[in-house]
């Protein structure tokens, strides 16, 4: 985020943006359930990432979507800390399938390419699909961390090697790939 | 019994001790393995969340492979078993099967949804069965406390036998083996593998706390169906030891490898060796147990 | 038939309802052109006194014979204006309503102009059907006197004394050995801390001993026959295996070796809800009227052990006990059938993660109630189940089973109305008798809306009741106790509580009652419940004329809401029973002679035994007080002799031939 410009306070309030925010969400698969929920808070209390990371709060990422808060649910990174464990979607009285929101609001992000840790992940996923079929895990961490964060790593990917646990620095594309790759293509043209 | 075996991407890249010990145990229970070699990943929700529809007609290429040979799909990973077997739902509707249909029929292909998605600790407790498995063991598991790691997604998915909220295929499991189950709250508890390369903080303190309690309640060696899970908490349990500030030191085997061990089969055999916390101290309690079966 | 009719055609603008969407302008100049209408009027309110003046007027003036009332649904006022048409001197069965509100102007306010069109289509095709409609005869049947009044918890009790008071015969049938119900469990009653024991024995005693109340209890109803102004039910009287020679002395429950410690056969007390045991003969609880003991045969050694034990019949000094006692049936005729069946409370077991039968610490708000009562199996005091020990911190979550998501079949979609108060009265009553123990409640929306409710809401918070918004994610053992993980939403923090006692305010779904109800041919609504008249204007009386509702059976709700219903119920009942005579609907099927085959589909498909054959002449015969005109017979009749009156084919024929040209395509 840029910083305030010079003569201006920060402030941390925010407007509704986009008062038709919960169609969209409501229009994408996961999110079809959107509207009916209570804000019992059922899914933040089941919700293991939240009991480590506050800001990542499912109830609120609902309550936020439904407000109209467009920007600000869009350009925060915590929507990328959902571990996609699914408690909330299991135990929500109200089938309202949270877990399946931040798939949709997920995709809206992506769709936008917004940028982050989160979003890069994820497009190195895919391409990683688009290339071989499958994942190629060394080629998706790296693209995911980059250099720096593999540096982060420390000793750790050196301990995997030593073990022959590290994953394959090559790996050969499945033979059927150009067919997986047309099948991607033809579901996004379609979408 | 014939399968589709669809092992994913994990279990042929950075976990290959999961292919190769389910290789194994699968050949000792009469299960033969038709590899679905040219399917491809199952999304894990990445994929999903760009292009759900792509992630659908991706999946539904997968299991019209295993139509067209007959079979059910095996699966080995709790991830795959959930994306698998939500498309197959999802492929239920006969709207949804359709319009797949028209992508799929640009590469000669139909899904027909009459394919059944199942994982291997499914298949070992249902379709062999305990009184069958129970035959092959060769050294059982002599008392050894073992503490189950389900994984969020083996239980969350669609079909699952199991209660979520209180599950017992992997105790239940155990006891077959001749090893002692121990229970605790966090056995169903999330590893936190999906966000490890965008929180990495979260999934450690997440595996952490699993860890934690399971040593706590007395397990010398965690047993889990997931390989991803497995990725976390052995990979990275040196930094879990961190976060909790104390060495958890708690070998965690895929549950096909202990399935495997109380066969008799060599460790090494079983890819023991390409852990990162060492299992020599599980395997040595387990070698020291009489064998009674030749 | 057609020619010669004068038909008025009289517009409602329903104070804009209608006329804000519908040009009514329009739809009366289009109305006056139809063949036959004489006269075509607009009126803003038609419902109201001067509209109903005004179409007697028009009809006394324009000697009409037939009127069309363009306005709301039939189901509001077509019985008030063919009431006024009959006092105008109109056969009131020639008058019909075009439904032009919620069947148009409601569902169509975004299109106007196509709405306009639509009203046309329904008004010209009810003038149609009326140019074909005949006069009718109305006939009446006399009303048979007394009331059965199902359900002898609080809402029945009161019902049946009022009515009892007004002077009515009472029977009232109650399926357990007691009467009482559900309240007699309560200890206190919010808001003012009544013990509710101590206000429902006077009214126990005042039903069971009055003069005009015959009281059957362990009795269910078995089958109920209608016919014109009268109800025959079928009623079996369970046998208690214990004769009214009973005095009470309790002798037989102390040695009955049943639930003691080493008996094979134990049973848990329904009235304790599973947290006491009993005895196999015994009285449920110290007030329970009759006070004549039960011999549960299912759980008695004497019925289970092929006569293995017969201690009670040896110390009973009454010679009471009657093993041979036989179920009785008893037929009961009534004028009026009054249901109030009451609720049962929601088993959580299906909602995994809150541990409802995995911990033995997790409890309902019932079984908390049974532990406050300083009879109950703790002695009022609040203890884990696991062990006895007093429980120091208590953790309620609400809404469980309640507010779910529709279509779900584990949990109910409506809100349970009480728990939120019943939470809030019995954290009150801990904090009063042991201000040590935390007590928390996990609510989502708090519902204090009641009289007094929020004034005690308050003072519980002043006694030191911690409220907590959110719903929690799972409960889990640690050590011997439990562990509550919840969100606050209030202060932003992830808890976790630790608890002796978890305490989940479990929803209020009806008592099954699903035989009586097919007996009466009452329906149900969505939710379970029995289907009132009107939700709103007519909450205690049925579809089916005779037949009431009063209390939890038509709905959650409260002590104070169920007796105000019960007493409407009971005034509803008077009022229906005081005129002694009933019109009967002649809106039912007919024969015509000349065509039928006696083929006997009709009297196979009639759920109301209305049709025979007649032996003789081989003719179906319509038994007119008895058929319901549902129609089903003249749908299956293959010749066509079967209809039912205003919907014979020609009827219904011409209303359709008059709408489908005009129809209006969206």
Same mark, same amino acid.
């Not at chain 3, 033995?360 to 908390?368: E, F």
């Not at chain 3, 993980?485 to 509580?497: F, K």
């Given at each position: 985020m840029a910083g305030p410009k010079a003569g201006t306070v920060a402030s941390s309030t925010v407007r509704p943006d986009s008062p038709t925010f919960w169609k969209e969400v409501l229009g994408l698969p996961g999110g079809e359930a959107l509207a009916t929920c209570i804000q019992c808070n059922t899914c933040t209390s089941s919700c293991p990432v939240e009991a480590l990371e506050p800001e990542f709060n499912i109830r609120r990422l609902i309550a936020r979507i439904k407000l109209g808060l467009r920007e600000d649910v869009l350009s925060d990174e915590a929507l990328w800390a959902c571990a996609r464990c699914f408690a909330c979607v299991a135990r929500c009285p109200k089938h309202v399938r949270p877990g399946d929101i931040v798939e949709a609001v997920r995709h809206i992000a992506l769709g936008e390419e917004r940028e982050g840790p989160g979003p890069r992940h994820a497009r190195a996923f895919v391409e990683s699909i688009r290339d071989g079929g499958r994942i190629h895990e060394a080629r998706v961490t790296l693209e995911s961390l980059r250099l720096a964060g593999l540096l982060r790593e420390g000793w750790l990917p050196a301990r995997m090697a030593w073990r022959g646990k590290a994953p394959r620095l090559r790996r050969r594309p499945l033979k059927s790939v150009p067919e997986i790759r047309a099948l991607l293509d033809a579901a996004e043209e379609g979408a | 019994m014939r399968l589709a075996y669809f092992p994913g991407c994990v279990a042929l890249d950075s976990c290959r001790e999961l292919d190769i010990a389910t290789r194994l145990v699968a050949e000792e229970v009469g299960i033969e393995l038709v590899e679905l070699e040219d399917a491809g990943c199952c999304g894990a929700g990445n994929l999903q969340e760009y292009n759900p529809e792509a992630a659908l007609a991706l999946n539904a290429r997968t299991l019209s492979m295993a139509e067209d040979l007959g079979l059910d799909v095996l699966t080995v990973c709790g991830t795959c078993q959930l994306y698998l077997s939500r498309a197959n739902v999802a492929l239920r509707d006969p709207e949804t099967r359709e319009r797949v249909n028209r992508l799929l029929a640009r590469l000669g292909r139909r899904y027909g949804g009459g394919v059944r998605v199942k994982h291997f600790l499914q298949v070992l407790l249902e379709d062999v069965g305990p009184r069958r498995l129970a035959a092959h063991v060769r050294r059982p598991l002599g008392n050894l406390p073992v503490a189950a790691f389900y994984g969020c997604h083996l239980l969350r998915a669609p079909g699952a036998a199991e209660d979520a909220e209180d599950p017992r295929a992997i105790e239940r499991l155990v006891e077959v083996l001749g090893g002692t189950p121990v229970t605790y709250s966090r056995r169903t508890a999330c590893c936190g593998f999906h966000v490890l390369t965008v929180r990495q903080d979260v999934a450690v303190k997440m595996s952490a706390l699993g860890l934690q309690e399971a040593r706590g309640a007395g397990a010398q060696a965690l047993a889990t169906p997931c390989p991803l899970c497995h990725l976390v908490l052995d990979a990275y349990q040196h930094k879990a030891s961190r976060a909790v500030g104390e060495p958890l030191n708690l070998p965690v085997l895929h549950v096909s490898q202990l399935v495997g061990l109380s066969f008799g089969f060599d460790p090494a055999r079983l890819g023991l060796r390409r852990h990162l916390v060492s299992v020599k101290p599980f395997v040595r309690a387990l070698e020291d147990t009489e064998v009674v079966k030749a | 038939m057609t020619g010669g009719r004068k038909v008025g055609v009289f517009i409602c603008h329903c104070g804009g309802n209608i006329s804000d969407v519908v040009d009514v302008y329009a739809l009366r100049e289009f109305a006056a052109k139809q063949e036959d209408v004489v006269l075509a009027t607009d009126f803003r309110f038609m419902c109201s006194n001067e509209g109903q003046e005004r179409l007697q007027k028009e009809i006394r003036e324009k000697g009409l014979d037939g009127v069309v009332v363009a306005c709301c649904t039939p189901k509001m006022y077509e019985d008030l204006f063919r009431g006024k048409a009959g006092e105008a001197g109109m056969n009131p069965y020639l008058l019909e309503i075009a439904n032009i509100r919620e069947q148009c102007s409601y569902a169509h306010g975004h299109a106007p102009e196509k709405a306009t069109e639509k009203a046309k289509a329904i008004v010209k095709g009810q003038v149609e059907r009326v140019r074909q409609l005949r006069p009718l005869e109305v006939k009446t049947a006399t009303i048979h006197p007394g009331v059965a009044v199902v359900g002898g918890g609080i809402a029945g009790i009161h019902a049946a004394t009022l009515l009892a008071e007004l002077g009515h015969r009472v029977t009232l049938i109650e399926k357990s050995p007691t009467i009482g119900g559900n309240m007699a469990r309560l200890v206190k009653t919010f808001p003012t801390d009544d013990c509710a024991m101590c206000t429902l024995s006077p009214k126990m005693n005042e039903v069971y001993n009055h003069p005009r109340v015959d009281l059957l209890t362990y009795a269910e109803v078995k089958e109920a026959k209608r016919s014109p102004g009268r109800f025959t039910l079928v009623v079996e009287k369970k046998p208690r295996y214990v004769t009214d020679a009973c005095i009470a002395c309790n002798r037989c429950t102390e040695r009955c070796p049943v639930?003691?410690?080493?008996?094979?056969?134990?049973?848990?007390?329904?009235?304790?809800?599973?947290?006491?045991?009993?005895?196999?003969?015994?009285?449920?609880?110290?007030?329970?009227?009759?006070?004549?003991?039960?011999?549960?045969?299912?759980?008695?050694?004497?019925?289970?052990?092929?006569?293995?034990?017969?201690?009670?019949?040896?110390?009973?000094?009454?010679?009471?006990?009657?093993?041979?006692?036989?179920?009785?049936?008893?037929?009961?005729?009534?004028?009026?059938?009054?249901?109030?069946?009451?609720?049962?409370?929601?088993?959580?077991?299906?909602?995994?993660?809150?541990?409802?039968?995995?911990?033995?610490?997790?409890?309902?708000?019932?079984?908390?109630?049974?532990?406050?009562? %300083?009879?109950?199996?703790?002695?009022?005091?609040?203890?884990?189940?696991?062990?006895?020990?007093?429980?120091?911190?208590?953790?309620?979550?609400?809404?469980?089973?309640?507010?779910?998501?529709?279509?779900?079949?584990?949990?109910?979609?409506?809100? %349970?109305?009480?728990?939120?108060?019943?939470?809030?009265?019995?954290?009150?009553?801990?904090?009063?008798?042991?201000?040590?123990?935390?007590?928390?409640?996990?609510?989502?929306?708090?519902?204090?809306?009641?009289?007094?409710?929020?004034?005690?809401?308050?003072?519980?918070?002043?006694?030191?009741?911690?409220?907590?918004?959110?719903?929690?994610? %799972?409960?889990?053992?640690?050590?011997?106790?439990?562990?509550?993980?919840?969100?606050?939403?209030?202060?932003?923090?992830?808890?976790?509580?630790?608890?002796?006692?978890?305490?989940? %305010?479990?929803?209020?779904?009806?008592?099954?009652?699903?035989?009586?109800?097919?007996?009466?041919?009452?329906?149900?609504?969505?939710?379970?419940?029995?289907?009132?008249?009107?939700?709103?204007?007519?909450?205690?009386?049925?579809?089916?004329?005779?037949?009431?509702?009063?209390?939890?059976?038509?709905?959650?709700?409260?002590?104070?809401?169920?007796?105000?219903?019960?007493?409407?119920?009971?005034?509803?009942?008077?009022?229906?029973?005081?005129?002694?005579?009933?019109?009967?609907?002649?809106?039912?099927?007919?024969?015509?002679?000349?065509?039928?085959?006696?083929?006997?589909?009709?009297?196979?498909?009639?759920?109301?035994?209305?049709?025979?054959?007649?032996?003789?002449?081989?003719?179906?015969?319509?038994?007119?007080?008895?058929?319901?005109?549902?129609?089903?017979?003249?749908?299956?009749?293959?010749?066509?002799?079967?209809?039912?009156?205003?919907?014979?084919?020609?009827?219904?024929?011409?209303?359709?031939?008059?709408?489908?040209?005009?129809?209006?395509?969206?």
């Open positions: - | - | 639930s003691t410690a080493k008996s094979p056969i134990q049973v848990e007390s329904e009235w304790d809800v599973g947290l006491g045991k009993r005895k196999a003969i015994y009285l449920p609880f110290p007030q329970a009227l009759p006070a004549i003991w039960t011999i549960d045969a299912d759980h008695c050694f004497y019925f289970q052990r092929d006569r293995a034990c017969r201690i009670c019949a040896m110390v009973c000094p009454a010679k009471a006990i009657d093993f041979a006692m036989k179920p009785e049936v008893v037929t009961v005729e009534v004028g009026a059938v009054i249901v109030a069946t009451g609720y049962r409370e929601y088993d959580p077991t299906p909602l995994r993660h809150l541990g409802f039968r995995r911990y033995r610490n997790v409890v309902t708000q019932m079984q908390l109630a049974r532990m406050l009562d %300083s009879m109950g199996p703790t002695r009022g005091e609040v203890a884990r189940p696991s062990d006895g020990k007093p429980a120091d911190a208590i953790v309620m979550v609400q809404c469980v089973g309640s507010r779910g998501a529709p279509g779900d079949a584990l949990v109910h979609e409506y809100c %349970s109305r009480v728990c939120c108060m019943v939470a809030v009265k019995h954290a009150s009553l801990i904090k009063k008798a042991r201000p040590d123990a935390e007590v928390y409640i996990l609510y989502n929306d708090l519902r204090a809306y009641g009289k007094g409710f929020e004034e005690y809401y308050a003072s519980s918070m002043g006694l030191g009741v911690k409220y907590v918004r959110g719903l929690p994610g %799972s409960v889990r053992p640690a050590g011997d106790r439990l562990v509550v993980d919840v969100d606050d939403m209030l202060t932003g923090r992830r808890l976790e509580l630790p608890a002796d006692l978890v305490v989940l %305010s479990a929803a209020l779904e009806p008592d099954p009652v699903d035989d009586l109800l097919a007996a009466l041919h009452l329906d149900k609504t969505p939710d379970g419940f029995v289907k009132e008249y009107h939700p709103k204007i007519n909450p205690t009386e049925t579809a089916v004329k005779g037949v009431f509702v009063a209390g939890c059976a038509q709905g959650p709700k409260d002590i104070t809401d169920t007796i105000a219903q019960a007493g409407a119920a009971a005034m509803s009942a008077a009022v229906f029973l005081g005129g002694g005579e009933m019109t009967l609907n002649p809106l039912v099927a007919e024969v015509d002679p000349a065509l039928c085959r006696a083929c006997d589909r009709c009297t196979e498909v009639c759920e109301f035994d209305a049709v025979c054959v007649d032996p003789e002449r081989l003719v179906a015969v319509v038994d007119e007080t008895a058929c319901e005109g549902c129609g089903k017979c003249a749908v299956v009749c293959p010749t066509g002799a079967m209809s039912v009156r205003q919907f014979a084919k020609p009827q219904v024929v011409a209303t359709i031939d008059a709408i489908a040209p005009l129809a209006v395509v969206p």
